[in-house]
């Protein structure tokens, strides 16, 4: 089985537009795929998907403190102990800032009147669906919470397992910007990443990031450079970017209204092809045949213990 | 006055109007770049910028000889940071979240501090509508997983610049709506959501609003990329989504070519050349003056 993962650095390159159009490429071609939108915390890939869910589940992760104001005694070691600046005194009374709180329990295991409650901390919903293009395991992290690592390790397994169950050999994930812990765990034991990259000052430094992210897992990069034509020499130096990091580029995509209006449509740019997106659907087309030959190559498999 | 322009979706345009707003706000103004994961403003600000300093996480280390092999510090970490190995513990360093309490619970004192490096902040100054202003923007190290301990470092060091020199703070957030957005978003005095008016960002645009509606902090809406072709529906849903939970509007930026390649150029679109430039400048100026009013208002009420 192959995963391969759509990831940016920035934010808003296309990643869940390219990651749409490998999907229908894939259905289309008979390929048996399992789809995953691993940006748990603002997912957008059921927006285009349409998921009929089958089964949803409530993913707790962590817990949260609590002081009962009916034990407390005010003493204020809580605070002291609080590496995070989540206890808070007002008039004389202890609180926790629960958007502070790391959930590390150190306030609820020395308390010494055991004043501070520890409950687990419901953190989103996780859900397995059917989608036109096949399975699709997906999520949403409650707003403001945490862990979005640890769900993003849970989709992947989900989506492992559903993979086996049906035979499918690919597993295709939709990635979150950044580089930080819900990417990290993404690429966890990933064939390829597909960075879609924006030829802007912002896009290749960002790009050169998340490169370097998977340089140090030793997972190799595909490179689609979208929106190309806004600047030619910045789309030139990501070619050299990626010649030099030894990546490959798999496509470039030119600046157009069609992306949004398919997206208004909540349609893949690769299904229901027409004059106007058959330019974009075909240099989609080759980037996923590029793709698919680089995940196939021998010895691909990331190796990252998950967070 | 602190402001953090946040927006749920990545690239809706949190940097370009931090940027933009950077030279039109007539007042004393300190920046932060937030974004540490994927730090930008500094790519259309051009600060000049010192030295990274560097930052660290304090961490456990064993002290060998002083470890009697209790075990007192693996119930203490609920971060599985902690196993024992035989007799003595094993510390992963790197799934620490540095809270201590293994430190507070040994008897033996048979920990020494150790350090793991989060990132760096780097410390500047930039010219932005004919004043110069302090920068501040922090970078977690590549491979470094946990972005709200860095968050935290430079939250401190932006109390200090300010106890010297108060004025206005303009923060460019993280994307999402999870604990690097919110960490950065905790000392707002007021929010302003930067809206991308498609369906992926009017749906991340209400999570967003749902997220910093927590911290009970006045937001604002600024749209961005109005005017797209075949997009008027889904831009009429969001007004009438604002209008209904009562979020001001404080600017429509438009949809350009221009502006988009002004930023391809590393510049923000304020800066383009001719009309574009002109109409940013203006539009902006207005949602300066009018973001000023609504955090003084808002903050008064």
Redesign the interface.
């Known amino acids: 089985m192959r995963e391969i993962v759509v990831i940016s650095g920035k934010g808003g390159t296309g990643k869940t537009t390219v990651c749409a159009a490998f999907a229908a490429l894939a259905h289309a071609q008979g390929q048996k795929a399992v789809l995953c939108d691993l940006d748990v915390d603002v997912p957008d890939m059921h927006i285009l998907l349409d998921p009929q869910v089958q089964q949803e589940e409530v993913f707790i992760s962590g817990n949260t403190a609590r002081i009962n104001p009916d034990l407390c005694t005010a003493c204020g070691r809580c605070a002291e102990l609080c590496r995070f600046d989540a206890v808070r005194l007002e008039d004389g009374v202890y609180t926790i800032d629960e958007l502070g709180c790391e959930g590390c329990g150190v306030c609820h295991k020395l308390c010494p009147v055991h004043a501070v409650e520890f409950p687990e901390r419901r953190c989103g919903v996780w859900y397995v669906s059917d989608t036109r293009f096949g399975p699709f395991v997906h999520a949403q992290l409650d707003p403001g919470q945490e862990n979005s690592g640890r769900l993003v390790a849970l989709l992947k397994r989900q989506a492992r397992d559903k993979a086996t169950q049906m035979g499918a050999d690919l597993v295709l994930c939709d990635g979150s910007p950044g580089v930080g812990c819900p990417v990290i765990s993404s690429l966890s034991g990933a064939a390829l990443a597909v960075a879609v990259v924006e030829p802007t000052p912002s896009g290749r430094h960002d790009f050169a990031r998340v490169a370097e992210l998977c340089a140090h897992f030793r997972i190799p990069v595909a490179v689609l450079i979208n929106k190309a034509d806004l600047n030619a020499e910045e789309a030139a130096r990501i070619h050299a970017v990626a010649a030099e990091g030894g990546h490959h580029v798999v496509g470039e995509l030119p600046f157009s209204p069609l992306v949004t209006q398919a997206m208004v449509r909540r349609q893949a740019l690769t299904e229901e092809i027409s004059i106007l997106t058959q330019p974009l659907a075909e240099t989609l087309a080759a980037a996923w045949e590029r793709v698919c030959a680089l995940a196939a190559q021998p010895g691909r498999q990331g190796g990252i213990n998950h967070l | 006055m602190r402001i953090v322009i946040a927006s749920?979706?990545?690239?809706?345009g949190k940097?370009t109007v931090t940027a933009c707003l950077a030279g039109q706000w007539e007042r004393d103004l300190l920046l932060v770049d937030a974004d540490v994961?994927?730090p930008?403003l500094h790519?259309?600000l051009h600060p000049s910028l010192a030295e990274p300093e560097p930052v660290y996480l304090e961490v456990p280390e064993l002290v060998e000889e002083k470890c009697t092999g209790c075990g007192a510090c693996r119930?203490?970490c609920?971060?599985g940071a902690i196993a024992m190995m035989g007799a003595k513990p094993m510390y992963f360093q790197d799934?620490c979240?540095?809270?201590?309490?293994c430190f507070?619970?040994c008897p033996e004192q048979a920990l020494r501090v150790a350090q793991r490096e989060l990132g760096a902040l780097l410390l500047g100054s930039v010219s932005a509508g004919g004043k110069t202003m302090p920068f501040l923007m922090g970078r977690?190290r590549?491979?470094?997983?946990?972005?709200?301990p860095l968050l935290?470092a430079q939250e401190r060091k932006l109390a200090e610049l300010l106890a010297g020199h108060p004025s206005d703070v303009l923060m460019d957030a993280?994307?999402?709506?999870?604990?690097?957005a919110?960490?950065a978003a905790?000392g707002a005095d007021a929010v302003l959501l930067v809206a991308?008016p498609?369906?992926?960002g009017f749906?991340?645009f209400k999570?967003?609003h749902?997220?910093?509606a927590?911290?009970g902090r006045p937001v604002a809406v600024v749209m961005n990329r109005v005017g797209?072709?075949?997009?008027a529906?889904?831009e009429n849903e969001l007004r009438a989504w604002c209008a209904g939970a009562k979020l001001p509007i404080l600017a429509e930026l438009p949809f350009q070519?221009e502006a988009?390649?002004a930023?391809?150029?590393?510049l923000p679109p304020t800066e383009a050349q001719g009309a574009t430039g002109q109409e940013w400048r203006q539009r902006i100026a207005e949602l300066a003056s009018r973001l000023r009013e609504f955090a003084k208002g808002a903050n008064n009420a």
Do not use: I
């Open positions: 749920g979706k990545g690239g809706a940097t994961e994927a930008n790519l259309l119930p203490m609920s971060y799934m979240h540095g809270c201590s309490g507070e619970v977690t590549v491979g470094e997983a946990m972005t709200p935290r993280p994307p999402g709506v999870s604990c690097p919110m960490t905790r991308e498609t369906p992926f749906y991340d999570l967003a749902a997220a910093f927590q911290l797209m072709e075949g997009n529906d889904c070519r988009a390649h930023y391809a150029h590393g």
